[in-house]
Nanobody, 126 residues
């Protein structure tokens, strides 16, 4: 089993920045993929970005490309999401996800991920 705990959410003005963290514990040696998803009220959970646990491969949703950056620190078993130039439409609950299966590596589909955090709220005011 793997446990994921997100932190770093909050309220920020449009154009501002936040950094989210996702700390993994448990059988972290088995992990291959980490990802961030978000869900706004009344909307489906959507892919934001993913990274291989080794940190070698990343991919981003078009809506955040150039503004958000995902990174990993294996020594700390932590994945980060640096969010810059935030917009009101980025407001959502942000979830960290992880999986150990090779065929899920970098997946943009929420159902492909086995482990999930509890989420952290990000609110961007205009």
């Amino acid at each position: 089993q793997v446990q994921l705990v997100e932190s770093g959410g909050g309220v920020v003005q449009a154009g501002g920045s936040l950094r989210l963290s996702c700390a993994a514990s448990g059988r972290t040696f088995s992990l291959l993929s980490m990802a961030w998803f978000r869900q706004a009220p009344g909307k489906e959970r959507e892919f934001v970005t993913a990274i291989s646990w080794s940190g070698g491969t990343t991919n981003y949703a078009d809506s955040v490309k150039g503004r958000f950056a995902i990174s990993s620190d294996n020594a700390k078993n932590t994945v980060y999401l640096q969010m810059n130039s935030l917009k009101p439409e980025d407001t959502a609950v942000y979830y960290c996800a992880a999986d150990y299966r090779y065929d899920r590596l970098g997946s943009r589909q929420a159902l492909k991920y086995e482990y999930w955090g509890q989420g952290t709220q990000v609110t961007v005011s205009s």
